[in-house]
């Protein structure tokens, strides 16, 4: 996952530090200083536990670098979780569509991740990509099934 994360995202720096938030698992402490040096990372974690049925406070850690505290916070994470499994019937626990290999799901989240930065429509009438500027109209499934793509070479 890292490996391709590496290639969206700016190299962080001293400066330009990048801000990571995350749940408790303690892979992510481990395999961030792999790709990035610590003192360029701000990650935080929200460790959240239960005893039984009762939920207690979550508990904030600061692994790398300073981040504040008042940002912590999983709740966009968690949420576009929830959009994932709710939209790829493939990432539910429990269900007669799966992806019989990486190939295939890494498709399918594709094909999810050009619906939800291009068609989606989120503020104003404006989808991510139009946001950021990669696109400048709507697209529609029409424009992307039509579209004609170019090699690069």
Not at 6 to 19: A, G, H, L, T
Not at 120 to 136: F, Y
Request: glycine content about 6%; charged content about 25%; proline content about 4%.
């Amino acid at each position: 996952m890292f490996n391709k994360f590496e290639n969206y995202v700016k190299q962080p720096s001293f400066k330009q530090k990048m801000i990571i938030y995350s749940d408790g698992n303690d892979d992510y402490r481990i395999v961030l200083p792999e790709y990035y040096h610590e003192d360029s990372l701000s990650y935080g974690q929200v460790v959240k536990h239960k005893c039984g049925i009762k939920l207690y406070p979550p508990l904030l850690r600061k692994v790398y670098g300073n981040p504040d505290w008042e940002d912590f916070s999983t709740n966009s994470n968690e949420s576009f979780n929830s959009i994932l499994r709710g939209r790829l019937a493939r990432l539910i626990r429990r269900t007669k569509c799966h992806s019989k290999g990486k190939f295939e799901l890494s498709k399918a989240l594709s094909l999810f991740q050009f619906y939800w930065n291009f068609i989606h429509i989120k503020e104003k009438k404006l989808t991510p990509a139009i946001m950021e500027g990669q696109t400048k109209k709507l697209w529609t499934w029409g424009n992307f099934l039509h579209a004609q793509l170019r090699v690069r070479e």
